[in-house]
């Protein structure tokens, strides 16, 4: 059988994670399962009481898929609790194109680009990192719920 992977993200919103990393990532909300008018009426289907649901769990879209199908489904999944730490992984958004790629200031300008992008979608610059002598721009960012990730 062939391994499929889903990353699933803790959160207090899913709707405004959906929304901002569909637009990160390019990705879009991923539809409820054929005939299903939302997730909610196929997690019932299924058998999943709605005690088990929160309110508004499955209402709207709580997971983004990569439209091409090459990256991983991306689930966001409510908790209570609040974001407390800093994360122990995050995205790296290679927009740039490498260090082996375009020059320096073609890769920068579409890393500022992304980050211009990005803050409108609701994202935070945390710092740049604008280091030429290392061929390296780029910008630390969090998402709306404080999650750390780099546009590189």
Same mark, same amino acid.
């Given at each position: 059988?062939?391994?499929?992977?889903?990353? &699933?993200? %803790?959160?207090? %919103?899913?709707q405004k994670m959906v929304t901002f990393w569909a637009e990160a990532l390019d /990705?879009?909300? $991923?539809?409820?399962?054929?005939?299903?008018? &939302?997730? @909610? &009426? /196929?997690?019932a289907s299924m058998g999943v009481s709605e005690e088990e649901l929160p309110p508004g769990a499955g209402d709207? #879209? $709580?997971?983004?898929? %990569?439209?091409?199908? @090459?990256? #991983? @489904?991306?689930?966001f999944q409510q908790v209570p609790e609040p974001k407390a730490?800093?994360? @122990?992984?995050?995205?790296?958004l290679k927009v740039g194109g490498g260090p082996d790629a375009p020059p320096l200031d073609v890769r920068a300008q579409r890393v500022k680009a992304t980050t211009e992008r990005l803050v409108k979608a609701g994202a935070t610059v945390l710092r740049i990192k604008d280091e030429p002598d290392m061929g390296l721009y780029a910008a630390a960012m969090q998402d709306p719920e404080g999650n750390e990730f780099d546009v590189i």
């Open positions: 059988m062939a391994m499929t992977l889903q990353l &699933t993200i %803790d959160c207090s %919103d899913p /990705y879009v909300p $991923e539809p409820p399962p054929g005939g299903h008018a &939302t997730w @909610r &009426t /196929y997690w709207i #879209p $709580e997971s983004i898929i %990569d439209p091409a199908g @090459r990256g #991983p @489904r991306v689930w730490a800093k994360n @122990r992984w995050h995205f790296d």
